[in-house]
């Protein structure tokens, strides 16, 4: 990552819960330590709706007692556009860690200290050390790091999963959607659904047309040019052929496709999911014969803000715990192990462990049913491929568009 020649002038040429949050009354108060006067600042975010919930903002200035607090929902590709043309209207940003290149080689990031975190402590291995299976860079622990010591971050991670295919198991097999080349499968036309992010859009074509013996790619998050254009090709035919109901972008739009049977497999996020099944659908999320797609959200300061200690109060309460049973009730992971203090055991079991489900019916989860997918050790077991910025970005967004034009 750091090896790129990135321009402010290139990027803007090639970008077109629960009650449980309050946690009880979580330690809060060596915030701080960093932050004279917190009541003096505000905090102004911007991210997915997954992350930039009420809720969880109104728990934070309740904690911190900052002065106001205020978020926007958005997909990633405004946002970037968005403060790649100079915008002030935000202290952070909550990106996903391939699109971290586009603020930082921009200059746009104020680094958070780990010395400021006093939540630090207890984050996964994934964040920490790299795998031998990529190269740091491939991976989110190469991504989010100012360099090697590990001592300040570009972002903060707050919330990360691995993602696969949502279904209707009543209409579609599990055997079916175990695989990303369903989505392209002349048998569900008209019926499956893409994400409208270029950066996931095309590495889910990738990975099909690898399950089809079409592409040899070994990394899908970073196809060579070559490889782009064949995607860019099939995703172009595909569309023409009639193959999907909708791409995708917001969260309202996914839950009411997949739940009146529009759309009966998609790529998915996984409270998506879960909030079709709180419906009473029924709706599962797919276990991957050849992997999912790892990434992680996390906090960006923008260094434009003048709220700095309230963006990094911010990160720290993400990594408090309280927060992270929110988001993990619906189908994701924190990166510490924070949440495993302040979660109810048997739920944490269920999320976390591979538990079977105890106690009543919650959100359609019933008595002895499992998590989609099995415990976080077993699903970290079967990444196929970390997001990251593509090597070949321009090309990539320039296909992207062809794409949407066809």
């Keep these: 990552m750091n090896d790129m020649s990135l321009s402010r002038r290139k990027f803007l040429q090639t970008t077109a819960g629960t009650a449980a949050l309050a946690a009880g009354g979580l330690p ?42 205020s978020g926007k929902a958005d997909i990633f590709p405004n946002t970037q556009t968005e403060l790649l043309s100079g915008s002030t209207a935000y202290d952070c940003w909550e990106t996903i860690g391939e699109r971290l290149p586009s603020i930082v080689q921009t200059d746009l990031v ?25 190269e740091a860079r491939a991976q989110i622990v190469g991504q989010i790091w100012t360099d090697e010591s590990q001592t300040a971050l570009n972002m903060v991670p707050t919330v990360y999963n691995f993602d696969s295919i949502g279904y209707r198991p009543d209409l579609v097999s599990a055997e079916e ?22 950066l996931i859009a095309f590495g889910q074509a990738v990975m099909a047309m690898n399950e089809m013996g079409l592409l040899e790619v070994p990394n899908p998050g970073n196809p060579d040019a070559a490889a782009i254009e064949e995607a860019a090709k099939f995703l172009i035919s595909k569309k023409k052929e009639g ?16 739940a009146s049977g529009e759309m009966i497999l998609a790529d998915a996020w996984q409270p998506a999911v879960m909030a079709v099944k709180a419906q009473g659908v029924q709706c599962s999320y797919a276990t991957m ?55 109810a ?62």
């Excluded at 104020?110 to 990529?134: M, Q, R, Y």
């Excluded at 720290?316 to 979660?343: C, H, R």
């Design 110 to 134: 104020a680094p958070i200290a780990t010395a400021n975190l006093t939540n630090w402590t207890g984050v996964g291995e994934s964040f920490l050390k790299p795998s031998d299976k990529w």
């Design 243 to 258: 193959q999907f109901r909708a791409l995708w972008g917001d969260f309202g739009e996914l839950v009411n496709l997949l």
């Design 289 to 343: 014969k050849t992997g999912y797609r790892g990434w992680a959200i996390g906090v960006s300061a923008l260094k434009s803000s003048p709220n700095l200690d309230a963006v990094t109060a911010y990160a720290d309460y993400w990594l408090s715990g309280g927060p992270a049973v929110a988001v993990s009730e619906q189908g994701y992971y924190s990166p510490n192990d924070k949440v495993k203090s302040v979660m």
């Design 28 to 69: 809060f108060g060596a915030q701080q330590a960093f932050a004279a006067d917190l009541a003096s600042q505000e905090l102004r975010t911007v991210g997915l709706s997954v992350t930039v919930q009420e809720r969880i903002l109104n728990d934070f200035k309740a904690a911190s007692g900052v002065k106001a607090v």
């Design 345 to 406: 055991p048997e739920k944490y079991a269920f999320w976390y462990e591979g538990a079977p489900w105890v106690g009543a019916e919650e959100r359609g989860i019933k008595e002895g049913d499992l998590r989609d997918g099995g415990s976080l050790a077993t699903r970290a077991a079967n990444v196929a491929y970390w997001h990251q910025w593509p090597d070949e970005y321009d090309l990539l967004i320039s296909k992207w568009d062809e794409f949407l034009s066809a």
């Design 177 to 198: 959607a175990s695989m990303w080349s369903s989505l392209f499968d002349p048998k569900f036309k008209g019926k499956t659904g893409l994400n409208v992010d270029p």
